[in-house]
């Protein structure tokens, strides 16, 4: 594809309840990325896949957040008992992960309201 | 961990260079820094990226002085286009530690005309 793609581009939800968001990477990069952003704040690092390794979990608030990737393509975010403070937007982004020059490509976004 | 230090904000008039600095003290000997655009309701964009001395594309230039401490972006005639948020990110490419990858708070840039 052309760019990094992410659905949906918005989501409410009632508190409580669990949420699933999707991430397309460019086709071939084997680095993929997912970043909250809180209204008015920087990006806060959740997660990062890179080929057939284990995941980097490290930036995970919580046990009720999970991400996975398919195929080492296709990653899907899992928010389960949402509550307030996650409202943000989600970020997406994946990268060739080469050695000399590693860019992240980042998608729009998710924009999540737990209300 | 190399964590960066940026201001939190900076006012500039059309046509003006602008200068956005980036302190990283504890850059690591592999680290690289990138520097990315953010437009609201956006993903951050990819603008430059060096090592050390100085590095200019079509965009934009970065100068980094030899101990690597901080850097500079450098926004050549801006226009009212370039309002956004900036971010300096350091980090060993491929990105394999989580810890690395910490943007901060990024500096938002309002050019005025």
């Known amino acids: 594809g052309a760019g990094v793609s992410q659905s949906p581009s918005n989501k409410v939800t009632e508190k409580g309840k669990d949420v699933e968001l999707r991430c397309d990477p460019i086709?071939?990069?084997?680095?993929l990325y997912w970043y909250r952003q809180s209204l008015g704040q920087g990006l806060e690092f959740l997660i990062y896949?890179?080929?057939?390794?284990?995941?980097?979990k490290s930036g995970l608030p919580s046990d009720r957040f999970s991400a996975e990737r398919t195929g080492g393509s296709v990653s899907t975010l899992t928010i389960q008992r949402t509550q307030q403070e996650d409202s943000a937007v989600y970020l997406c982004?994946?990268?060739?992960?080469?050695?000399?020059?590693?860019?992240?490509?980042f998608g729009p976004g998710t924009r999540l309201l737990v209300l | 961990l190399a964590k960066t230090t940026q201001p939190i904000s900076m006012d500039s008039y059309e046509g003006q260079e602008v200068n956005i600095t980036c302190s990283h003290n504890?850059?690591?000997?592999?680290?690289?820094i990138t520097w990315y655009q953010q437009f609201p309701s956006q993903g951050p964009r990819f603008i430059i990226q060096?090592?050390?001395t100085k590095v200019t594309n079509e965009v934009a230039s970065l100068f980094i002085p030899a101990d690597r401490k901080s850097s500079t972006l450098s926004l050549p005639r801006v226009s009212l286009s370039d309002t956004a948020v900036y971010y300096c990110?350091?980090?060993?490419?491929?990105?394999?530690?989580?810890?690395?990858?910490?943007f901060g708070g990024g500096t938002r840039l309002m050019v005025k005309p």
């Open positions: 896949f890179q080929g057939n390794s284990a995941p980097d």
């Open positions: 086709s071939g990069h084997t680095a």
């Open positions: 504890n850059i690591a000997t592999n680290d690289y």
């Open positions: 990110l350091v980090a060993t490419p491929p990105n394999n530690a989580g810890n690395m990858l910490t």
């Open positions: 060096g090592y050390k």
């Open positions: 982004a994946s990268s060739l992960a080469d050695r000399e020059r590693e860019t992240q490509y």
